[in-house]
């Protein structure tokens, strides 16, 4: 054979050489699937026996990681997790295998991994969206609420059957701010300073929490500061203080508890010390022990996000309704709310409300400043942008204690966080 034979000749044998390794290789891998195959149905667990050794002998066979991670899944075996990871290392472009990866990872409480799954399934298939949706669900849980939020805004302006799912969920994220503190712990901020022209006065109100919540968020453990303080009290007139809110700081601790996750009640109980922010002639610290119940509830007819400013005109409502024991006056106050209204406008970036208010309060003490009633009608202009905000603004008919009934204008602002 001569030198120019030989040349030719030498690629030809090293494919014969390789394709004789494959099949080499590949033999046995056959074998064990058809073993699989022939007893799956007579047998299902001595198959899943044969496939998952299978697997440990094929660390390559990219067929037969896939068929043992399926009958594992199937049969909710937790090994089915390392082999979806082989099977997906094998074929990091199979859209498939990186959204089961995922589904895996969430099912055995790795949520940042899942999210690393979801995140690669949808590069290399950004039109499901049904998997974008998995991607907000998941990044929500981990608190990277404004990534989530971007993506819902993307699968609401689709014609997915998930828009409405996808507009709901960017109404709730937009705007807010990512979580700061590993989950089960917890911040929140609340804030609504306003203006009322009965009085000419204005008002600031504030409430910070940090803690841990247990038991899925049911229940929760916090500290707390809240603070109040108006424009015109002051504790040096002389016929004495003059006083129309609160005006006190007010530090301590917490149990929050919610009894069901379908019903927006929700049972507190808190121990602190008040701190008087006006010098009333005594001493500026006190006890404050208080513990009540809260209502809170909000609905909507329809969720809406459009591309550009849409008049709506959907119904809206509201409810709110508290009842709170406080020691520091030995009253156990209530206080209740209901806003009926539409939606008349809504953007990308803000809805415009209008609702009507009726409203009240009534306490055990027989307090003049405690009972009060409200009649009367508002707008309300919320913003989605960074910090969600709410500007308020409402005309009421009030009665207050033996006081005589008197329109009040209202401007208000409202904040509030989870970080």
């Not at 990534?147 to 014609?159: F, K």
């Not at 409300?353 to 508002?378: H, I, N, P, Q």
């Not at 208000?412 to 966080?417: K, N, S, T």
Request: glycine share 8%.
């Amino acid at each position: 054979m001569s030198r120019r034979e030989r040349l030719l000749l030498a690629p030809l044998a090293a494919l014969l050489l390789a394709a004789g390794a494959a099949a080499a290789v590949a033999e046995p891998a056959a074998r064990d699937l058809d073993a699989y195959y022939a007893r799956r149905a007579s047998d299902p667990a001595g198959a899943l026996r044969l496939i998952t050794a299978a697997a440990d002998r094929n660390p390559k066979n990219l067929r037969v990681q896939m068929e043992a991670a399926y009958a594992l899944l199937a049969a909710k075996d937790p090994r089915a997790l390392a082999v979806l990871e082989r099977a997906a290392a094998l074929a990091p472009g199979r859209t498939d295998l990186q959204k089961q990866l995922g589904y895996a990872r969430l099912a055995a409480g790795d949520a940042a991994g899942a999210r690393t799954a979801f995140r690669a399934a949808l590069a290399l298939d950004p039109s499901d969206q049904d998997l974008r949706m998995q991607v907000v669900y998941v990044e929500d849980s981990l608190g990277m609420k404004r990534s989530a939020a971007a993506e819902a805004a993307v699968v609401a302006r689709t014609g997915s059957p998930r828009a409405a799912d996808a507009c709901a969920a960017y109404k709730v994220l937009a705007g807010a701010p990512d979580r700061l503190f590993p989950t089960p712990w917890f911040g929140d901020f609340y804030a609504a300073p306003e203006y009322r022209s009965r009085d000419r006065v204005a008002i600031a109100t504030g409430r910070l929490r940090a803690g841990r919540s247990f038991m899925d968020g049911a229940v929760e453990a916090y500290g707390t500061l809240r603070v109040t303080r108006d424009s015109r009290s002051d504790g040096g007139g002389p016929l004495g203080p003059t006083i129309f809110y609160d005006n006190a700081a007010v530090l301590g601790f917490g149990l929050q508890a919610r009894p069901s996750a379908t019903w927006p009640l929700s049972f507190f109980a808190e121990q602190g010390a008040a701190a008087d922010l006006i010098d009333r002639s005594r001493a500026t610290w006190r006890n404050d022990t208080r513990a009540g119940a809260v209502l809170s509830w909000s609905w909507i007819a329809r969720t809406a996000c459009p591309s550009t400013v849409t008049v709506t005109a959907t119904p809206i409502f509201d409810v709110y309704a508290d009842a709170v024991w406080y020691s520091r006056h030995d009253d156990l106050i209530a206080y209740a709310r209901m806003r009926p209204g539409l939606r008349l406008v809504e953007a990308p970036a803000f809805a415009l409300d209008a609702y009507g208010l009726v409203g009240g309060s009534a306490d055990t003490a027989d307090r003049a400043g405690e009972r009060s009633t409200d009649f009367g009608a508002g707008a309300a202009l919320t913003l989605f942008g960074p910090l969600r905000t709410t500007l308020r603004a409402e005309l009421a008919r009030t009665s207050s204690g033996t006081r005589p009934t008197a329109t009040d204008a209202r401007l208000r602002i409202e904040q509030q966080w989870r970080f």
